[in-house]
């Protein structure tokens, strides 16, 4: 009974965890862009990062506070952008973790 219920637990982690990755990756091999639009994005992701650094280098002790309002709105804007152009990570739904944990409560 014990080696039943691993072998349905690790079946269920391997449909939980293994199959979306293989199947983001097919999804991603068909959809890849060029080699020239991934320079261009990093090009883009490496000049927000450069001007992200501008703005916390900035000697901010001068400015009123309009201009530090200004400022914290731009920064925010480009980390918004940043992370659009920056896909990654693995992604789990709720759902998942709950059945996930479901079967674990029920099956030990």
């Known amino acids: 009974m014990n080696k039943?219920?691993?072998?349905?637990?690790?079946g269920f982690?391997?449909?939980?965890?293994?199959?979306?990755?293989?199947?983001?990756?097919?999804?991603?091999?068909?959809?890849?862009?060029?080699?020239?639009?991934?320079?261009?994005?990093?090009?883009?992701?490496?000049a927000l990062l450069y001007r992200l650094r501008e703005i916390k280098e900035t000697d901010k002790s001068k400015m009123n506070s309009t201009?530090?309002?200004e400022l914290r709105k731009e920064a925010h804007t480009l980390k918004k952008e940043f992370r659009a152009n920056t896909n990654g990570g693995i992604y789990l739904s709720v759902g998942v973790i709950i059945l996930i944990v479901l079967l674990l409560v029920l099956l030990l």
């Open 4 to 10: 039943s219920k691993m072998l349905i637990i690790s």
């Open 67 to 69: 201009q530090k309002k």
């Open 13 to 46: 982690l391997f449909l939980a965890f293994i199959l979306p990755l293989n199947l983001k990756a097919s999804a991603n091999a068909k959809s890849a862009p060029n080699d020239s639009t991934k320079t261009i994005q990093l090009a883009e992701a490496n």
